[in-house]
């Protein structure tokens, strides 16, 4: 079964509107922890935000900012205000434990395009 | 500091050859990883290492092998390449068991085996 689950293959979004990216995970595991990395056409990967599962409040930095819905067990990636720069592949991974270290789990990703 | 190198950067391979990606960091980080990215799927991990000397398989480890012999170097090797092996390789390190867990990634390899 899949573990981390982003829906959405692709998304075009008007340049200057707010974006979210869906991501839902599967674990058994309570202490976990949730990641938003963009890759872009370049290729690197770049950390942009993380989420503890125990964390009391959603993750924010700058203009991306996390909906963390525990019991729905969804991180959604929001993105205010989105720029050229900002299109990219976004993808969500989720952090567990595997046979007694950490280990990143990643979802298929979602190629964001936005327009001018 | 320049973080997280992987050389080669791009390699061409003819199948059943064998070539050896190095992954060095300078950020004194005790966990490292090599993934392969596939069109249209996530990162898989390959094998990693959470010191010098060990190393561990992921989820996709037959057709490679590693080698950690210094903390700052991990090596990927493919000892026999395939076509199915055409990928992209990154490379990433982390600190130890802290709470955030980030992966500082390098800038990837781009494997084709014909």
């Known amino acids: 079964a899949q573990k981390i689950t982003q829906t959405q293959p692709g998304m075009f979004v008007q340049e200057k509107e707010a974006v979210t990216l869906d991501c839902t995970y599967d674990?058994?595991?309570?202490?976990?922890?949730l990641f938003w990395y963009k890759q872009p056409s370049s290729g690197e990967m770049i950390f942009l935000i993380y989420q503890g599962s125990y964390d009391q409040q959603n993750a924010t930095e700058g203009r991306y900012s996390l909906n963390f819905q525990k019991a729905r067990k969804s991180a959604n990636l929001v993105i205010s205000a989105s720029q050229l720069g900002d299109s990219a592949m976004y993808f969500c991974a989720m952090r567990e434990i595997f046979d007694s270290n950490y280990q990143l789990i990643w979802g298929a990703g979602t190629k964001l395009i936005i327009k001018p | 500091n320049a973080g997280v190198t992987q050389t080669p950067k791009f390699r061409v391979l003819k199948t059943g050859q064998s070539m050896t990606l190095l992954c060095a960091q300078d950020?004194?980080?005790?966990?490292m990883y090599w993934y392969r990215q596939d069109p249209g799927m996530g990162l898989r991990l390959i094998h990693y290492s959470v010191g010098e000397g060990t190393t561990a398989k992921g989820e996709v480890p037959d057709g490679y092998n590693v080698s950690r012999l210094k903390k700052q170097n991990f090596l990927l090797g493919l000892e026999s390449a395939a076509p199915s092996q055409t990928s992209v390789y990154f490379c990433?390190?982390?600190?130890?068991?802290?709470?955030?867990?980030?992966?500082?990634f390098g800038p990837g390899t781009r494997l084709t085996v014909t």
């Open positions: 950020m004194n980080h005790e966990y």
């Open positions: 674990t058994s595991d309570p202490s976990y922890g």
């Open positions: 990433a390190s982390s600190q130890d068991r802290g709470q955030v867990y980030e992966q500082y």
